[in-house]
């Protein structure tokens, strides 16, 4: 396997994390918790969605990352490693942060060293609660994606270390049955089907799983990284239509907005020009985009609670024109990226990867 990495989905991860940060920084915490004096602050709404193209791009990957494990222990603590470094930096900077400057407590939960030590096992904090009735949260609420990605982590390592050869076959079996379970318990038609069945206690029972096991919600998201991993290596008719058919049909499942939809058809062109016509795009993986690519898991963790505080904190003093703090804030974050990457995260890594594979 060519060990040669693939830029170009730097520059996707680059432009990922641009519109979850514009979506955070404008859009999401809207009603109480910015100043802004313009009105189209739901210009960006479609930036929730940033985090799907986070899980194609996971989805690619990780295929590619199975092929250089020899076993399921081997990969999950390369993915550990790969995950937790940042995840200490930036949670407990966020925690301090919070902890000092959050004096109006817009962010409570982020001050809890209880809910910094959880978010730092990558567990689910209402997983945790309804097993314990305890009240734990998320030190940053943009961590939540993170449970899914360790769920998806699991499965697929299941599944391609039980048969490596049919990866793509294997995995679209358990994605459909994931998607089949979540529309008979969240929608209202699958309700009326399978509440009659199985009775009422264990259809809500079922409901309960289903928040906890969130990957039921997003499976399709990596399957389409894994059809696009083996079209990237095969360009076969099929694959081409089987990730078409799977990509529409999530456009047709998610709640969407006109500007939902022009958002995934342009990512969905944007992959179709990565397959076909790569030299079109190829700027995406030039050196200074890529190396953002590489810090915008470092971003995502540290951008949440602390950018918004700031907005709170700031925007009265620009006035009209307090829509800046948003922008220069995202170009901050990037450099706090580079620097925690290569003088933070890269020493913790090799300390911890001299510990787990010695």
């Known amino acids: 396997m060519d060990n040669k990495r693939i830029t170009i989905l730097d520059g996707f991860r680059v432009i990922a994390i641009i519109v979850v940060l514009l979506f955070h920084f404008y859009t999401f915490f809207q009603d109480d918790k910015y100043l802004y004096n313009f009105g189209f602050t739901?210009?960006?709404s479609f930036g929730k969605l940033g985090v799907e193209f986070f899980f194609i791009i996971s989805g690619f990957v990780i295929s590619l990352t199975l092929t250089k494990c020899s076993n399921f222990v081997e990969f999950l603590k390369k993915r550990f490693l790969r995950l937790i470094p940042a995840m200490l930096v930036c949670s407990i900077i966020t925690f301090a942060i919070m902890r000092t400057f959050d004096s109006n407590l817009l962010f409570a939960k982020s001050h809890s060293f209880s809910n910094l030590l959880l978010s730092n096992t990558f567990i689910s904090p209402e997983l945790i609660n309804n097993i314990f009735q305890t009240k734990y949260n998320y030190i940053?609420?943009?961590y939540w994606s993170l449970w899914v990605e360790i769920n998806f982590y699991i499965v697929i390592g299941i599944v391609y270390f039980c048969n490596k050869n049919k990866l793509l076959q294997n995995f679209?079996?358990?994605?459909?049955?994931?998607t089949l379970i979540y529309f008979l318990f969240t929608s209202k038609l699958g309700g009326d089907i399978i509440s009659p069945i199985i009775g009422e206690s264990l259809f809500v029972a079922g409901k309960n799983i289903i928040k906890l096991l969130n990957l039921v919600a997003y499976s399709n998201w990596f399957l389409l990284g894994i059809i696009l991993y083996n079209l990237y290596h095969k360009k076969l008719l099929?694959?081409?239509i089987y990730f078409t058919i799977v990509f529409v049909l999530q456009i047709i499942l998610i709640q969407n907005t006109v500007q939902n939809?022009?958002?995934l058809v342009f990512i969905y062109s944007l992959?179709?020009?990565?397959i076909y016509k790569p030299n079109k795009i190829r700027f995406l993986g030039n050196t200074f985009i890529s190396k953002l690519g590489v810090v915008s898991y470092s971003v995502y963790l540290i951008h949440g609670h602390i950018g918004v505080l700031v907005i709170n904190k700031f925007s009265w003093i620009l006035g009209n024109y307090n829509w800046i703090i948003g922008v220069v804030l995202i170009g901050l974050f990037f450099l706090f990226g580079i620097f925690s990457?290569?003088?933070?995260?890269k020493p913790i890594s090799t300390i911890l990867k001299k510990i787990m594979f010695r």
Do not use: H
């Open 140 to 142: 940053d609420g943009a």
């Open 172 to 178: 679209s079996i358990v994605s459909l049955l994931l």
């Open 261 to 263: 939809i022009l958002f």
């Open 238 to 240: 099929r694959y081409y």
């Open 341 to 345: 990457y290569k003088f933070l995260e």
């Open 271 to 274: 992959l179709m020009l990565f």
């Open 42 to 44: 739901n210009l960006f």
